[in-house]
């Protein structure tokens, strides 16, 4: 077989296996009460009669919570997801077997990873489009950008089952799975402490953001998704200029093209990465 043809076996095989798993199971029952719950909120919001422009500065602001709830839910699922495939596989032997055939390595995990990515990416838009849809039926508020804004939660969704894959290469698959979760959680509190930093005129502490966003992307497509989803006239309303970085919720400027570009250098090196270590491990 090809290595075009081991990609797309491996990546059906993969997508079919990730949605016979619990684990889907699990994002569905906590998308739905999420939906659930942000549409009882959102009509309650629509019930305080509100002016259409307070109306929709809540309903921003609101929904970038409510997307990070989302962005969560896909990082603890997808992550968890991630390890057991390809590091389960390996300490259960199914990967040796499969290996023992005519069939590249570096073609195997690829196509693990393309099944991964194409399962983590459609929860992220359906669930995304979906809870759009419900923010626009209780409030009438609709983004400014939602397809950059859905893509963006996508990519954050590649970037992590990237790293999750690397990880899982080397440790088992339940500590991939936390230590990915974590790495994600604390590059998204060091975003919220460098907003502080910069709100505050501190550089030293700017820095700490700047810097934690280079290293792991989550954070910087996660703001780039914010600034697509929040109103135009949500900076404003909080004072505009470094100080609204300090909001968690906020998010100041769009991703610039030099970033977008780094994230993807950071895929394509890290997925190297996992390549390398995958082909020179014991199975």
Not at 15 to 27: S, Y
Not at 39 to 46: D, E, H, T, V
Not at 97 to 117: E, I, Y
Request: proline share 4%.
């Amino acid at each position: 077989m090809s290595a075009a043809g081991t990609v797309v076996t491996v990546a059906a095989l993969t997508l079919r296996e990730a949605t016979r798993r619990r684990v889907l199971l699990a994002l569905v029952v906590l998308t739905v009460l999420l939906l659930a719950l942000s549409g009882w909120g959102f009509s309650r919001l629509a019930a305080e009669g509100l002016t259409s422009g307070e109306a929709r500065l809540t309903a921003s602001v609101v929904l970038n919570l409510v997307m990070f709830g989302f962005s969560l839910i896909a990082a603890l699922g997808t992550a968890f997801l991630a390890g057991p495939t390809l590091a389960g596989e390996t300490e259960s032997g199914i990967a040796l077997a499969v290996l023992a055939r005519p069939v590249q390595r570096w073609a195997f995990l690829l196509g693990k990873l393309t099944g991964l990515v194409a399962f983590g990416a459609g929860f992220v838009v359906i669930a995304g489009l979906a809870e759009l849809l419900v923010v626009q039926a209780t409030v009438g508020y609709w983004p400014p950008d939602p397809a950059v804004a859905l893509g963006l939660l996508a990519a954050q969704t590649v970037v992590l089952l990237t790293l999750t894959v690397l990880l899982s290469t080397a440790i088992s698959p339940m500590a991939s799975g936390v230590v990915a979760v974590g790495l994600f959680c604390t590059t998204w509190v060091a975003g919220v402490v460098g907003g502080i930093g910069a709100g505050l005129g501190n550089d030293a502490v700017e820095r700490v953001g700047t810097v934690s966003r280079v290293l792991l992307p989550t954070d910087g497509l996660w703001r780039g998704a914010m600034h697509a989803f929040q109103d135009p006239s949500a900076l404003v309303q909080f004072g505009g200029g470094a100080e609204a970085g300090a909001f968690p919720f906020l998010s100041q400027t769009a991703l610039s093209p030099a970033y977008l570009g780094w994230a993807a250098v950071w895929v394509l090196m890290v997925g190297g990465l996992a390549a390398l270590a995958f082909s020179r491990r014991d199975l």
